[in-house]
């Protein structure tokens, strides 16, 4: 029986298909196309920051590469990167259902994201956008003389496909369980993903909104948010806020769902606290909707309104950490394999940890007011959104990388990449924690020369990560054709998706499956041996 890899090769069938399989590899090639936009981007900042003066790029050029840098990172890389690829992958697959609930849909979403991305880059290739990712009016509503509206038509059309998944996620986990898949039965991958779709069908329509309401003043001087037309600049932060903090959990929930099923599998242990792992989730998706104005301590709302905001900041760690105790209580007495996929959920606990505790700092009134718009905000964003997840899909992508394709990649090349990428990371970002409590500003390409030292740090580091990040490309490319045959479950996992064939079929199973056991039935069983041309 051929695979849903072989089943018809022609490019028709590939961009008319509705296998759930193949349209997450759609998702795959358009995501990675970003991402390498958006770490151009990077780089042409980090050597502009070399040194205290403007050599590279002058102010304008600057202003446009950080926003082409954060618009191709959030919207169209970090924000649909592991739902859009391993959700549609493997949710199917891991509740015994043959496909996502609306598959036609589902194609749809990618057209639509693509079209989205069409947009985005005619804006960029035209001469780009000034405001930042964040679009701040009345800067971007009025004074900006770059394709404002073009830039976020495209993420606005990029929105829908970001809507349709969520609602389709969300009906498939619902419906479509196999017999015995109960609630509690769920992996908690999916778990992670149900909560995320809630955000993403309740929030994304406010950024979609919001966007249409720039369009409209810049383009017919409607009074919304500029305050010479009778609008409200602070009524945008509120807007934009609203969906872009729970955005923030649309990129890392599914991280943590991630690393839910690579700590069990590698410790050999069954998770600890299940139950307060998928009501974790939940909770981050519902307080995540009432933390926003911690982004607006310093815009003059009320000191009352800031207490309460610190106040759901600090709450919303709780389920946070919740996830991070309970890995750890699967790690104690495990029998750890300190596999590919290992190394990256391990590295992913500490870079969430570090960023997680450095978001405390920033939900405290008084210090949020020293560090707001330094680097020390560009730090922990990132140490969040880049660095936690990023580990996780690059962890996910080597956990599911034999069942995606059949193949086995250099275990000795994945253990390396993935110390090269916890350890440039780190040496990216961190001396920029300090850069930021002595005080230097975000989005400048001048600053003050005794900033130079740490700055080069922050560069050397930068390309560190950039090599971490290539090698993965050129060896997983590299198995596909010279990789061992990965076998049918090369980790001894549990979970539906093992237990089907690698590559699996076109329909995922022969029969739906019936679940009997709980998940993670893992009893320290030893890990299988990988072939000895795969280490």
């Avoid at 929105?159 to 109960?182: E, W």
Wanted: charged residues 10%; proline residues 6%.
């Amino acid at each position: 029986m051929k695979n849903y890899l072989t089943q018809d090769i022609s490019l028709k069938s590939w961009l008319l298909t509705k296998d759930h399989k193949r349209i997450a590899l759609l998702y795959l090639i358009s995501i990675t196309f970003f991402f390498a936009i958006g770490g151009f981007a990077a780089l042409c900042m980090r050597l502009e920051l070399l040194t205290p003066g403007p050599d590279l790029l002058k102010a304008a050029n600057y202003n446009k590469m950080f926003t082409l840098h954060g618009i191709s990172m959030v919207f169209f890389f970090l924000i649909p990167s592991i739902p859009t690829v391993f959700g549609n992958f493997l949710i199917p697959i891991m509740i015994g259902a043959r496909d996502l609930a609306f598959p036609r849909l589902n194609l749809a979403s990618w057209y639509i994201y693509t079209l989205g991305a069409l947009f985005a880059l005619t804006a960029a290739i035209l001469g780009g956008v000034d405001t930042g990712w964040t679009f701040y009016t009345p800067y971007s509503s009025t004074y900006s003389n770059t394709h404002v509206v073009l830039m976020a038509t495209g993420i606005f059309v990029a929105g829908f496909s970001s809507i349709f998944t969520g609602l389709n996620f969300l009906v498939t986990i619902h419906k479509m369980r196999a017999p015995g898949m109960t609630w509690f039965r769920l992996p908690l991958f999916v778990w992670a993903h149900y909560a995320t779709s809630i955000i993403m069908v309740l929030g994304t329509p406010v950024i979609a909104i919001t966007l249409v309401l720039v369009g409209l003043e810049r383009l017919f001087g409607v009074g919304i948010f500029d305050p010479r037309l009778g609008g409200d600049p602070l009524l945008f932060q509120h807007l934009f806020w609203f969906y872009s903090h729970p955005a923030v959990y649309i990129m890392i929930l599914p991280g943590m769902g991630v690393i839910s099923e690579i700590i069990p599998c590698f410790s050999r242990n069954r998770i600890f606290g299940y139950e307060f792992v998928a009501y974790s989730s939940i909770a981050i998706a519902i307080l995540g909707f009432f933390v926003w104005g911690h982004h607006m301590f310093i815009t003059g709302q009320s000191v009352y309104a800031g207490l309460v905001f610190s106040l759901l900041s600090f709450l919303v760690a709780i389920p946070s950490a919740i996830k991070a105790f309970t890995w750890t209580a699967t790690l104690y007495k495990g029998r750890i394999y300190l596999r590919t996929p290992m190394i990256y959920a391990l590295g992913f606990i500490g870079l969430f940890t570090i960023g997680g505790l450095t978001g405390l700092i920033l939900a405290s009134l008084a210090t949020d007011i020293h560090f707001h718009d330094t680097y020390f905000v560009i730090a922990h964003f990132h140490y969040i959104m880049v660095g936690a997840t990023m580990m996780a899909y690059l962890g996910a992508l080597h956990f599911w990388w034999p069942k995606i394709t059949g193949k086995l990649y250099p275990e000795f090349w994945g253990r390396i990449s993935a110390v090269i990428v916890f350890l440039g990371f780190n040496m990216t970002f961190f001396p920029q924690f300090i850069l930021g409590y002595l005080g230097m500003p975000r989005r400048y390409h001048v600053y003050p020369p005794e900033f130079q030292v740490l700055n080069i740090f922050s560069t050397a580091g930068a390309t560190i990560l950039g090599v971490g990040y290539l090698m993965p490309f050129v060896y997983l490319i590299w198995s596909l054709k010279y990789g061992p045959d990965a076998g049918n479950n090369p980790w001894g996992a549990t979970g539906l998706e093992w237990k089907t064939v690698s590559p699996p079929i076109t329909e995922n199973f022969t029969q739906i499956p019936t679940v009997t056991e709980e998940a993670y039935d893992y009893h320290q069983e030893p890990m299988p041996d990988l072939p000895e041309e795969a280490m």
